[in-house]
Structure formats: C-alpha cells, structure tokens
C-alpha cells in the first residue's frame, strides 16, 4: 500500500559562485559571545530533543588565527595573542592527515565549544574539535550554498542558504553543523515528521555519507568537503507513514 511506503523528500544543494572577494583581514574581529555556552552530545545520542540542542546551539568562527602544536603533542590554535588559546581535539588518520599540514600556519576555525571556558586571572581556553581548514586568501572567490529541496517526483519547493564565504575547502564539521541549523530552524528536520536519513556528498573528489539520526562522528569533524562550489550534496529525508 502507498500509505505503507517511506516518504521520503531528496535535497540537493545548489552551489551558486557570486562575484571575487577579499578574504577577511589577520585582525578582523572574533566572533565570540558570552552566550555561547558548550553542549556536547554522544556519537550514539539518537533522542531528537538532544540532537535538536546540540545542532541549534551558538557557534564560534575565527579567521586567520595561528595553529601550533605543543610537545606533548596536542594541538592549539591562538585566539588572541597572549591571553586567548583554544585546543583542538582531533580524532581519526584523514583529520589528523589534514591537521599535520597545518602546523604552523594561520587557519580559520569553525567551533562548538565541547566544554565550556577555562580561566585564569590572565587566560583562556576553548576546547573544541576539529573544524579547522587553511586560512582564506584574497584570491578565494566568494561563494554561497543553498539548501534546495524537491519533493519525490523532483518538482521545485524551496531552498535555503546555509553558506557563504571563500574558504577553498570546508570540514564536514561545519557543512553538517550548518545545513542541519537551517532545517532545523525551518522545520524541516526534527520536528516530529522528519528524524532520520542522511547526507551524501559526492563529486570535487569527495564521498561522504552522514547519518541525520545522530551526531557527526569526531573522527569526521576535521575531514574535508573538497572543491566545495563544485561538490553535488544530496539529503535524503525518511517520513514514516
């Protein structure tokens, strides 16, 4: 019976180049709140209350920050000289592979706070994971992404924009963080019809595959969406009747 079948509503992403831009300056401002506390979940938390938080929750962006590493190994980026440091976990050989080529080289971040500020008198520390990438330069066009979904029979709904910048590449961290925000907040997901499917990019040298039932795994969150403007970006939403 058709009423039995699993609907299901295929987004795919519209990649949309827009005109060359400057990548933003070495002292452009942090994008940091006080409002933005950490809330972390389990790779295996399945409960769409606690996915709904932990995918609406403030995130944290920085540009052209230095990345470093201590020796006992762990990795540290400078968010503001002298008083403000973040560490960066790192989980699994693809992140650690794309980590390694960063050291010592200025970067921009996409954070979720995974505990919430240490402080001293003088300092402070983030600890985040992944989410790093090489910093932007002046040459990287400008891009946006939207979110255009179509109903089974491929005819035209809506769409939505997730993204805009010019990084050269993106982490799996922030395209999943931020395509799972929009449809969140536009009901699309989460929202008692739609708990399930997955994400799939393909093409620009990528092959990933993201489960919507739960948090990104870390060893996921510092690999790379290559050649984002040309990556083909599907969803796929399940709806049980």
Known sequence: MKNNLTKKIILSIALTMIGTATSQSPHSPIS???EAKAYNISESETN???LTKYYTQRHLTFSNKWLWQKDNGTIHATLLQLSWFSHIQVFGPESWGNINQLRNKY?????????ETWRTYMLAQETFTGGVTPAAK???KYYKLNVTYKDKAGTFIGEYQFYTGNKPVLTLKEVDFRIRQTLIKNKKLYNGDYNKGHIKITGGSNNYTIDLSKRLKSTDANRYVKNPQTAHIEILLEKPS
């Open 32 to 34: 940091m709140s006080s």
């Open 48 to 50: 769409v209350n606690e």
């Open 107 to 115: 970067v921009d971040i996409f954070a979720l706070k995974d505990y």
């Open 138 to 140: 002046p040459s990287d």
